[in-house]
């Protein structure tokens, strides 16, 4: 099992900048990628960007430009730096964490509680 624990989050005016954390603890050597998705009311929950374990980064394309991921695999933590917010990003934001499958088990997306990010003036 993997525990993830978000900090960060709050209310920020349209243009802002806002950072998001979260740790991880547990069998944090099963996982191959953290990151982040999020849950604006009414809608599905949808992607905000990844990175994997090698680095390798992968973003929605209504973030690209505006938000950056960062992982310290010393720490087991994942950040997600966001400039330039707009009204359009307000969401619960959710830390993840996912293990690849195996031919003993399958693929797992673990999930942090959420944090409120609210962009507006």
């Known amino acids: 099992q993997v525990q993830l624990v978000e900090s960060g989050g709050g209310l920020v005016q349209p243009g802002g900048s806002l950072r998001l954390s979260c740790a991880a603890s547990?069998?944090?050597?099963?996982?191959?990628?953290m990151g982040w998705y999020r849950q604006a009311p009414g809608k599905q929950r949808e992607l905000v960007g990844t990175?994997?374990?090698?680095?390798?980064?992968n973003y929605a394309d209504s973030v690209k430009g505006r938000f950056t991921i960062s992982r310290d695999n010393a720490k087991n933590t994942v950040s997600l730096q966001m400039n330039s917010l707009k009204p359009e990003d307000t969401a619960v934001y959710y830390c993840?964490?996912?293990?690849?499958?195996?031919?003993?088990?399958?693929?797992?997306?673990?999930w942090g509680q959420g944090t409120q990010v609210t962009v507006s003036s």
């Open positions: 993840n964490a996912k293990r690849p499958g195996t031919i003993f088990s399958p693929a797992v997306d673990y």
């Open positions: 547990g069998s944090i050597f099963s996982i191959y990628a």
């Open positions: 990175m994997t374990n090698g680095g390798t980064t």
